[in-house]
């Protein structure tokens, strides 16, 4: 799975499809292959929403400076 | 109390008192007087030489000059300004040189309204301003669909169990982080601003929260400081403040990209809701079939003027063709549901409420739709040569603007 950057991509490539496939003077065969992906585009978006519990993290600087995300008990 | 003046009278043969020496015996006389407070407005207000403060402080029928010693005046948390209305404890005395009663004050403190706290805040809020930090075109959206959201609040707060509730039910798909700091008390501005300063080195970041439940002024008192506020107007990520206060304007509300009255208002501003970017992947699946249904109809319908056209030597291909397209068409709804739902029933999850994706709601989330005079969308930087007029559609109007010249 993509990460949700990916669900913002996923929407605008979407959308990018359906103009492509509102224009009439594209190939049959180009109009299926976009279709096929949108499919599968709007597949890995619904997978972001269905993902996951939320995490919950606290960030914390250790002695040496270095940053730490350590997971915390919801 | 018994106050003597400490000079005896003279008698008539003696000699008679220099003046210096009635002021002196005067000066003797008012230093026997206990320190008192006094409630009064300032006017007048001058520094003088050294650092010496002299103003008069007055009320409807009186007035009395004060003077401030340097020594006095670098202990004073602010200086105080003409109108201001103020305790000031000290004694009294005489200014020999102009025969004037004068008032010694050794300690200034605001009265409860109009003190130092409103003056300092609004010293504060002035130096945010002159550094461009209140301009309003350095406010930055917020990320859509964010994958990590920071919380800069304190660890044992109702804000962050608010925050976590909220984003749980609205944006599960992402991590919460907390980055605590105390929130009130004399520690508060260090610690915020040392988890505003570590939060802006964690580079995984894409929205920040800052803020904290109610609480009365003096709670809030940590959000008016103005470091605190320079460290939020520094974060390379947008921010949201979220002081749960609803009259009070803090500074960190002033600087933040976005103001939210609550901490919960603010992790609904920081995520989108689940169920509403599902309406929205719903819309987009109709356009999609609907779309492509579309094209391949198109395609059908030349497939019928070709054969048309060619006659019967290639019908049979022909009559295969149509066919095929038209199967397509069908089954292109069918196609898309069974592949999409597995067995869910998408419409079970969409409610009948309004479409919280439309362009308004992400107006309100703090984009805005650039047009020209006709009203066509300017998507791209060609469109907008400099001196270029163009109007700003935002949530609640339109604004008009014009390309600054190179």
Request: with cysteine; proline share 5%; charged share 25%.
């Given at each position: ?45 619904r997978?972001?929403l269905a ?24 | ?272 809701d689940r169920r509403a970017v599902a309406r929205?992947l719903e819309a987009?699946r109709r ?50 549901e069974?592949?999409l739902h597995g067995g869910r029933a998408l419409a079970d999850r969409l409610g009948a409420a ?53």
């Amino acid at each position: 799975m993509t990460g949700p950057g990916g669900l913002q991509a996923d929407l605008e490539r979407l959308e990018a499809i359906v103009r492509a496939l509102e224009q009439a003077e594209l190939a049959l065969d180009r109009a299926l292959a976009l279709f096929e992906e949108g499919v599968a585009r709007l597949r890995d978006a619904r997978g972001h929403l269905a993902a996951a519990e939320l995490r919950l993290t606290q960030l914390r600087e250790s002695a040496d400076g270095s940053l730490d995300a350590a997971d915390l008990d919801g | 109390m018994n106050l003597e003046f400490p000079l005896d009278l003279p008698a008539a043969e003696d000699r008679p008192f220099s003046v210096t020496e009635v002021m002196e015996g005067a000066r003797q006389l008012l230093q026997q007087l206990p320190v008192v407070w006094v409630q009064g407005e300032v006017s007048g207000f001058k520094v003088y030489g050294q650092g010496q403060w002299y103003f008069t402080l007055k009320d409807r029928a009186a007035t009395m000059s004060c003077v401030v010693w340097a020594e006095d005046a670098r202990r004073m948390p602010a200086r105080p300004e003409d109108g201001m209305t103020v305790f000031a404890r000290g004694h009294l005395t005489v200014f020999p040189k102009r025969g004037q009663l004068q008032f010694t004050v050794r300690q200034l403190i605001p009265t409860p309204e109009g003190g130092f706290h409103a003056l300092q805040l609004e010293r504060a809020r002035r130096a945010l301003e002159r550094d461009g930090l209140l301009a309003p075109e350095r406010k930055r959206p917020l990320p859509a669909f964010p994958a990590c959201v920071g919380v800069v609040t304190s660890p044992e707060g109702a804000a962050w169990r608010d925050i976590v509730a909220v984003v749980a039910r609205r944006w599960p798909a992402c991590e919460l982080m907390l980055i605590g700091a105390r929130v009130q008390g004399a520690d508060a501005p260090r610690e915020l601003c040392q988890a505003l300063a570590l939060a802006a080195r964690f580079p995984r970041l894409d929205v920040l929260i800052v803020g904290r439940g109610g609480g009365s002024a003096e709670d809030l008192q940590a959000f008016n400081d103005e470091q605190v506020a320079r460290a939020v107007a520094a974060s390379p990520v947008p921010t949201i403040s979220a002081v749960g206060h609803e009259t009070d304007v803090t500074l960190t509300d002033l600087v933040a990209d976005v103001r939210a009255a609550t901490p919960s208002a603010a992790a609904e501003k920081a995520v989108p809701d689940r169920r509403a970017v599902a309406r929205q992947l719903e819309a987009v699946r109709r356009h999609l079939t609907q779309a492509a249904g579309r094209r391949v109809e198109v395609g059908g319908m030349r497939v019928r003027s070709a054969a048309a056209r060619m006659g019967a030597a290639v019908e049979g291909r022909v009559r295969d063709a149509m066919h095929r397209a038209d199967t397509a068409r069908r089954g292109m709804d069918a196609a898309c549901e069974r592949r999409l739902h597995g067995g869910r029933a998408l419409a079970d999850r969409l409610g009948a409420a309004l479409d919280a994706l439309s362009p308004l709601r992400v107006l309100e989330r703090g984009f805005a739709v650039p047009r020209d005079a006709a009203g066509r969308v300017l998507r791209r930087m060609a469109a907008f040569p400099a001196g270029t007029p163009f109007r700003l559609r935002v949530v609640d109007g339109e604004v008009q603007a014009r390309v600054e010249e190179g």
